[in-house]
């Protein structure tokens, strides 16, 4: 089993749908990252969290430490919303991070 | 642009040929991590720097593998004697602490062995 799994994995939706992508992981960690990853490698930090929620834009994202899970949520999608979406976490033992396998969402005009 | 740099951009090799890839991370940043990455997979964690000091290996950094930040400033990966198993994208990343901050990327350096 991964320390850090993701679902889905792939995610269709469409233009305006509220879109939400979902992180649970096994170990204890200082922070847990959200990351956006675009066709050609490019890899952009969205949110580092340790607790509650955090909002920028469009986007939210919540933890629960006791339940060791994290949502990523979009408002109103937009196709330039379509990416590679990475949950990972940082864990207390060291400075690595360790990361899910992504979630490849697509969004349709 | 004072984000991370990554050279090259692109590598092809034969098998058994060694590799050097660079970093440059942001200037004011005193931990560079470096991560690889295959198609569809997430990153997966190589090694870190702190200043010039390697502090953590993954057990995936074979012997072939060694990375240096000689001035705490940028960093080379080298793969000696590359096999296909090796081809991946080699991701480098900067922050100013550890797990609990911010990590800028580096745009990549995407290795394919022949």
């Known amino acids: 089993k991964n320390e850090v799994e993701q679902s889905p994995q792939n995610l269709t939706a469409q233009e305006g749908e509220f879109i939400t992508i979902n992180c649970s992981y096994s170990?204890?960690?200082?922070?847990l990252h959200w990351l956006q990853q675009h066709p050609g490698g490019g890899i952009v930090s969205l949110f580092m969290l340790s607790s509650g929620k955090k909002k920028h834009g469009r986007l939210i994202a919540t933890i629960n430490i006791q339940e060791k899970h994290s949502s990523l949520h979009i408002t109103a999608s937009h196709p330039r919303d379509s990416a590679v979406y990475i949950c990972?976490?940082?864990?207390?033992?060291?400075?690595?991070?360790?990361f899910g396998e992504g979630t490849q969402l697509t969004v349709n005009p | 642009d004072t984000g991370v740099s990554q050279n090259p951009r692109h590598k092809i090799t034969k098998r058994g040929q060694n590799v050097t890839f660079r970093c440059d991370p942001i200037s004011e940043h005193n931990r560079l991590y470096w991560y690889r990455q295959t198609l569809g997979q997430g990153p997966e964690f190589l090694t870190y720097f702190q200043n010039e000091a390697q502090l953590e290996k993954s057990r995936l950094l074979s012997d072939r593998f060694s990375a240096e930040r000689p001035k705490g400033s940028f960093s080379t990966l080298e793969i000696q004697r590359t096999e296909q198993g090796d081809s991946a994208m080699y991701l480098c990343?900067?922050?100013?602490?550890?797990?609990?901050?911010?990590?800028?990327f580096g745009p990549g350096t995407r290795l394919t062995v022949l």
């Open positions: 990343a900067s922050s100013n602490r550890g797990a609990t901050d911010t990590q800028y």
């Open positions: 990972a976490v940082g864990e207390t033992s060291g400075s690595r991070l360790t």
């Open positions: 170990v204890g960690i200082s922070a």
